[in-house]
Structures are given as structure tokens and as C-alpha cells.
């Protein structure tokens, strides 16, 4: 069923279940006359009388005349509201039954129930917000931590879509160059100075790298930063993850290789959501089992975005430190010297200098007792320290899969782009590749789309958004 935006319709926009103060929205070209039709306002006030953007307070009756509810009614005219059309939004008890009922009261009196996203459509098709705003709007819905949320409202406020903005007006004044010469082929004149224009889809190119690979930081906010608990069986992983997720996740015991597979869970830091991996022991072993999770230990170095590699102070550096570090470039790596409640204060800072000459200055190292707790809550100030510097409050970040897709093909548009500018290839051939990159950039805004790109969008949202 495809929507008609000359319907009004109604659903309820508050949670389903029963609370103090429940929402129904009605919004289209009759929602203020079917309104007039089930509400009284105690002053005698109709809806059609009323100021946009009031509040009045009323009754709700049935067609018998009997009272449903008494409740509060805002009106907001078009195209001063968020779909754009008349809306009206009316404010009941939490009771099931009163919702139920006034609905029915709405769809009787004409309207339709709203389907998935119907309203965030609306304000789509009617200019309030273009897709990539919309789609913000299902984010900041679903957004679980400070970091999600100030993400989403960004997108949502039109920061992503701004900076869109600015790649595609220099994108159409490339292609204006190009075309404008190619008007003037016979005469040889040329309008696009090739260096000029290099520059310029060079800085187009670089802009959308950077939004591209924007994209692992924003999904790892939105499901969780992957933070893999490394090291030799029984440095105290185990006990680790449980001082972090605050209860016993993994068990923890002095028996060498107990934990064979990874264990994960996710916890909330001042607002940021890390996904904790508790990997199997890293040593040498001919147990098939235990070799499998240790290979798949170090799956999750490569998957991961923080490490934390745990060993014993009291020992050595193992065997695959040099391999553990290799597997971590690019990668925020922190060693942590566990067990540091066997060694005294001054053995402690002997030992961490001792490892430190071998590992190199590079590392950070930290000194902790899982077992006691002592070094943990200066490690979650570590993590948010570098998630803080990762997410620059001035940065535009990727979190949706659908803008990433369509950013990699513009990308690949320019880069062609610069490769036929090199290569001297024909001025339509370039207007080609990049008109290609801005038709790539307007799916993500919705200047591009279809009936079905839409309908798939907004079928993810509640029926009362």
C-alpha cells in the first residue's frame, strides 16, 4: 500500500502501553474539521478558531454524547508544522481504552491510520527536511547514548546535508565548466583551465574519503565501540571485562585456558557505548579447540578498534608481543601490566619501566589490578579520552549503511574523474563521471529517489513518526 498525502491521518505518537499522558496526531487537509467533529473546548472555541501553534484545553465526546476524555488540543496550521499540512495533536489520559477509542472516533469521522514513517514522509514530500534529515529523525529515535544522540541530531539539523551541499555546488561548477566548453568545442576555446579543474575534483575527492571513512566511527557509535581484551591465559581478561561490565559475565578461574571462545557486552561510559570482546588466551597449545579461539582471538585485533592487552607484571613479555603489536597498527593499543597487587609500589614502577624499554615508548602502558579494581576507572577515563578526540564536535559522521554505499560510488566517480583528467580524455566523457557523482550524492538527499527507495526508508519507522 503506497501512501496518499491528500488523506489525513491519524496514529498514536506516544509509546504503546499505558502512562500519564498519551499523544494522537492527526495531520492533513481535514485534520482541524474531523477534530471540530468529536471536541468541545469548554469556552467554546472551535479548532478552526483557534491560533496555530495554541494549546486548549476540551472534551472528547462519542456520537451517544457521552464524555471520553478531557484533554488538550495544539493546533498547528500549514505549513508552520512538521508535516507541513494542518496538524493537530491532542493530548489524552494513558489509557488503552481512550486511545483505542479516540482513534476509532478519527478514522470514523474520516481519517486513515498512518502507516510506518507516514508523517516524516510528508514533511519529505512537502520540503521541511530533505531524506538524509528524515532519516536523521529515525535516528535520534533510536539513539541509545549522549554520543548516538549528538550524532543523530546532527544529521537531523541538516549538518550532513549541508556539507552535501557544498560538494555538489562544486560539483555542478565543474560539470558548468566542462559542458560550457564543450558548447564551444569548434571554436577550441577552453573554459576549464585542466589544472584548475584537477584542484578542484581533487578536493571534491579528498571531502568524500573523509565522509566515507567517517562511516567505522559512526557505526561503532551507534553499536558500540569493539574494544578486544587480549593476552597469555590467566592475565585476568576474564576478571577484566567483569570489573567493566559491573557483574560476572565470564568466569573467571586459575585454570589455564578457560575461556576458548570470545564473550562480548556492552556497557555505557559517560555517554559512549563500548562492546567489550573477552578473547581466549594467546600460548602456544595442541588442543584443537583451544587453538581455534585463539585464532579467533586475533580476528578480533583486526575487527577491533581499541585494544587492551593484558599481561602479568610479575612476567615477562609473551612470546607473540611482537605479533600482537603488528596486528594493532592503526589501532588505539594499550598495555595493561596486571596483578600489580603482588609487587610493592616501587617494584611496580621497576617492572613497568623494565617492560616499557622492551615494548617501546610508543605504547601506552598502564598499571592495574582487575582483581581489586585499583587502575580501572583511569582506564575508562583512557577509552573516553580517545573516543573524545575520535569524534571532533565539528565532524560530519556517516552512521547510516545507505549513505555509505552512495558516498563509495561517488567516490569511485571522481576518482575516474581525476584519472581521465590525467589522462587528457574528452570534456564529455568528465561531464559524465561527474554528473554520475552528483546523481550519487542527491539519493543521499532524496533529489534522486523512487516510490520504493522511500517506501523502504520509512517503512523502519514507528507508525506515529
Request: glycine share 6%.
Amino acid at each position: 500500500m503506497r501512501a496518499d498525502t491528500t488523506d489525513t491521518i491519524c496514529a498514536i505518537s506516544t509509546a504503546s502501553g499505558v502512562g500519564g499522558i498519551a499523544v494522537v496526531r492527526i495531520s492533513g487537509p481535514q485534520a482541524i474539521e474531523i477534530t471540530d467533529k468529536i471536541y468541545k473546548n469548554i469556552k467554546g472555541i472551535a479548532v478552526a478558531q483557534q491560533p496555530t501553534h495554541t494549546a486548549k484545553y476540551g472534551t472528547i465526546y462519542t456520537p451517544q454524547g457521552e464524555i471520553l476524555d478531557d484533554v488538550v488540543v495544539t493546533l498547528f496550521k500549514a505549513p508552520h508544522s512538521f508535516t507541513g499540512d494542518d496538524t493537530v495533536e491532542i493530548s489524552c489520559h494513558g489509557s488503552q481504552y481512550i486511545q483505542q477509542t479516540l482513534l476509532n472516533l478519527l478514522i470514523q469521522n474520516g481519517c486513515r491510520l498512518a502507516m510506518p514513517g507516514e508523517y516524516t514522509r510528508r514533511a519529505f514530500i512537502n520540503g521541511k527536511m530533505d531524506l538524509a534529515e528524515a532519516e536523521g529523525v529515525a535516528e535520534v529515535i533510536a539513539s541509545t547514548t549522549a554520543a548516538a544522540h549528538r550524532v543523530a541530531i546532527n544529521q537531523m539539523r541538516g549538518k550532513f546535508s549541508s556539507k552535501l551541499e557544498e560538494l555538489r555546488t562544486q560539483m555542478i561548477n565543474f560539470a558548468s565548466l566542462i559542458e560550457l566548453e564543450l558548447d564551444f568545442s569548434e571554436e577550441e576555446v577552453e573554459f576549464a583551465d585542466r589544472t584548475q579543474l584537477t584542484q578542484l575534483a581533487t578536493t571534491i575527492q579528498k571531502e568524500l574519503t573523509t565522509l566515507s571513512n567517517s562511516f567505522a566511527t559512526g557505526n561503532a557509535i551507534k553499536n558500540g565501540i569493539p574494544v578486544a581484551i587480549i593476552g597469555e591465559t590467566n592475565a585476568g581478561k576474564s576478571t577484566l571485562l567483569n570489573q567493566l561490565v559491573g557483574e560476572e559475565r565470564a568466569i573467571v578461574s586459575d585454570i589455564h585456558g578457560t575461556t576458548r571462545d570470545t564473550i562480548e557486552d556492552t556497557i555505557n561510559i559517560s555517554g559512549t557505548l563500548f562492546r567489550f570482546i573477552d578473547t581466549a588466551g594467546i600460548r602456544t597449545t595442541t588442543d584443537t579447540i583451544e587453538q581455534i579461539g585463539i585464532e579467533r582471538s586475533y580476528q578480533k585485533i583486526d575487527q577491533s578498534e581499541i585494544i587492551l592487552w593484558l599481561t602479568d607484571i610479575t612476567s615477562t613479555l609473551p612470546t607473540a608481543a611482537q605479533e600482537i603489536k603488528e596486528r594493532s597498527q592503526g589501532k588505539k593499543l594499550i598495555l595493561l601490566l596486571n596483578k600489580s597487587d603482588k609487587l610493592k609500589p616501587e617494584q611496580q614502577a621497576e617492572a613497568q619501566q623494565q617492560i616499557a624499554s622492551q615494548i617501546g615508548e610508543e605504547t601506552e602502558i598502564l598499571t592495574i589490578s582487575a582483581k581489586n579494581n585499583d587502575g580501572i576507572d583511569t582506564l575508562r577515563e583512557m577509552l573516553i579520552a580517545y573516543t573524545t578526540t575520535q569524534q571532533s564536535v565539528g565532524d560530519t559522521i556517516v552512521t547510516n549503511a545507505r549513505h555509505y554505499e552512495a558516498l563509495i560510488k561517488a567516490e569511485d566517480a571522481m576518482q575516474r574523474t581525476l584519472n581521465g583528467l590525467e589522462m587528457n580524455i574528452p570534456g564529455d566523457l568528465l561531464a559524465q563521471d561527474i554528473r554520475e557523482a552528483m546523481h550519487y550524492i542527491g539519493e543521499i538527499t532524496g533529489q534522486i529517489s523512487t516510490t520504493d527507495l522511500l517506501q523502504t526508508i520509512f517503512s523502519k519507522f514507528c507508525i506515529g513518526k
